[in-house]
């Protein structure tokens, strides 16, 4: 072949990564006024039990809209709206667990996306662009000899906004969940191994900022392997991992049993919690029709029962919140199930 067709040839190649290069870097992020006109709601705060300087639960219920994921100002900013609000109704103290819904990490992976994202129709188209998007900047990394990892920029992100705002106002915080490669514990930090297999994970920041060693972590569902298969197509997400869908913590005020909403459908697995010894028990979920955690905490003699559930929009999914604390005799709070933002109190 003559060095004019090589030349040809290679012509053809790059030209399309170059127009991508281009497109990529010209794109813009949503813009400050962009996302300032977006509606954001007061959260009103409910209080169940009396202060007994037991310790109290603080339930999170934000109303999600995925440019609070756009960037890490506006995600600190829209998670810890609600704290502030609970801190000068004097609800956080030293014996405060403050609990959010899960993948409050999950979405950041759409952090500092561009526009195009955000103005998809929905969840899954807004997956795909931002897969072609990661897609040319791994080409970009491979050309420099340097890979991308999408996953680094939200774990750092995620642990070091979670570990300082329970640094800053002295409580412990179970921040839902995000996904991540498995990985190793050192020195009070999550470091994800590149090679490992994605998880959801839920962590527990301490009022120092370190995180638990007990985390409950699960394989991906089906619709997750997906997403996180484009976002990483070298990642192991084959779902064949092992699962801690249950843990148990003796806080320095009392002591809990935390699982995942959704594995409480198997009634083996209601056995397992029953057997846990725990006098309350916390369930994080993305569903809100589940509806057998009542009746059976109170049949099981539970002394608390507290369901965290998202609420809000992004793009086409919709998240129908369900949040609620309950006593073991009172009913539950609120008493009607409820899409708006809260802040669900109860005292121990």
Same mark, same amino acid.
């Given at each position: 072949?003559t060095p004019f067709w090589k030349n040809a040839i290679t012509s053809l190649i790059l030209i399309p990564i170059f127009l991508g290069i281009a497109s990529i870097f010209s794109g813009k992020e949503v813009s400050t006024e962009q996302y300032n006109v977006l509606n954001?709601?007061?959260?009103?705060?409910?209080?169940?039990?009396?202060?007994?300087?037991? *310790?109290?639960?603080?339930?999170?219920?934000?109303?999600?809209?995925?440019?609070?994921?756009?960037?890490?100002?506006?995600?600190?900013?829209?998670?810890?709206? $609600?704290?502030?609000?609970?801190?000068?109704?004097?609800?956080?103290?030293?014996?405060?667990?403050?609990?959010?819904?899960?993948?409050?990490?999950?979405?950041?992976?759409?952090?500092?996306?561009?526009? %195009?994202?955000?103005?998809?129709?929905?969840?899954?188209?807004?997956?795909?662009?931002?897969?072609?998007?990661?897609? #040319?900047?791994?080409?970009? *990394?491979?050309?420099? &000899?340097?890979?991308?990892?999408?996953?680094?920029?939200?774990?750092?992100?995620?642990?070091?906004? #979670?570990?300082n705002l329970s640094r800053t106002y002295g409580v412990f915080i179970l921040p839902g969940s995000v996904f991540l490669p498995d990985g190793i514990f050192e020195n009070g930090n999550f470091i994800p191994n590149q090679n490992g297999d994605w998880k959801e994970f839920?962590?527990?920041?301490? $009022?120092? &900022?370190?995180?638990?060693?007990?985390?409950?972590?699960?394989?991906?569902?089906?619709?997750?392997?997906?997403?996180?298969?484009?976002?990483?197509?070298?990642?192991?997400?084959?779902?064949?991992?092992?699962?801690?869908?249950?843990?148990?913590?003796?806080?320095?005020?009392?002591?809990?049993?935390?699982?995942?909403?959704?594995?409480?459908?198997?009634?083996?697995?209601?056995?397992?919690?029953?057997?846990?010894?725990?006098?309350?028990?916390?369930?994080?979920?993305?569903?809100?029709?589940?509806?057998?955690?009542?009746?059976?905490?109170?049949?099981?003699?539970? %002394?608390?029962?507290?369901?965290?559930? $998202?609420?809000?929009?992004?793009?086409?999914?919709?998240?129908?919140? *369900?949040?609620?604390?309950?006593?073991?005799?009172?009913? $539950?709070?609120?008493?009607?199930?409820?899409?708006?933002?809260?802040?669900?109190?109860?005292?121990?």
């Amino acid at each position: 072949m003559t060095p004019f067709w090589k030349n040809a040839i290679t012509s053809l190649i790059l030209i399309p990564i170059f127009l991508g290069i281009a497109s990529i870097f010209s794109g813009k992020e949503v813009s400050t006024e962009q996302y300032n006109v977006l509606n954001h709601k007061e959260y009103p705060i409910l209080i169940a039990g009396y202060d007994r300087n037991a *310790g109290n639960v603080l339930v999170i219920q934000p109303e999600w809209k995925l440019e609070d994921f756009s960037s890490e100002e506006r995600y600190l900013k829209s998670i810890e709206a $609600p704290l502030k609000q609970a801190e000068q109704k004097g609800l956080l103290k030293k014996n405060t667990l403050v609990v959010f819904p899960p993948h409050m990490g999950s979405f950041l992976y759409f952090m500092n996306a561009r526009q %195009e994202v955000f103005k998809q129709k929905t969840l899954e188209e807004a997956w795909s662009f931002l897969k072609l998007e990661n897609s #040319f900047k791994d080409t970009i *990394g491979w050309i420099i &000899g340097k890979k991308s990892d999408p996953y680094q920029k939200v774990s750092s992100s995620y642990q070091r906004i #979670f570990s300082n705002l329970s640094r800053t106002y002295g409580v412990f915080i179970l921040p839902g969940s995000v996904f991540l490669p498995d990985g190793i514990f050192e020195n009070g930090n999550f470091i994800p191994n590149q090679n490992g297999d994605w998880k959801e994970f839920a962590f527990l920041f301490q $009022p120092d &900022g370190k995180i638990s060693k007990e985390t409950l972590s699960r394989k991906p569902s089906e619709i997750w392997k997906k997403n996180l298969s484009q976002l990483n197509p070298g990642g192991n997400v084959s779902g064949n991992v092992a699962e801690t869908s249950l843990i148990t913590i003796q806080f320095p005020f009392a002591r809990f049993g935390i699982f995942y909403l959704e594995d409480f459908k198997d009634p083996a697995f209601q056995e397992k919690v029953k057997k846990t010894f725990v006098s309350r028990i916390i369930a994080i979920g993305e569903e809100s029709s589940e509806a057998q955690l009542k009746d059976w905490a109170v049949k099981s003699n539970f %002394e608390s029962t507290i369901r965290v559930i $998202p609420s809000g929009v992004l793009l086409d999914r919709n998240y129908g919140g *369900g949040s609620y604390v309950k006593t073991r005799y009172g009913a $539950p709070t609120p008493g009607v199930n409820s899409r708006e933002p809260l802040i669900l109190n109860l005292f121990l």
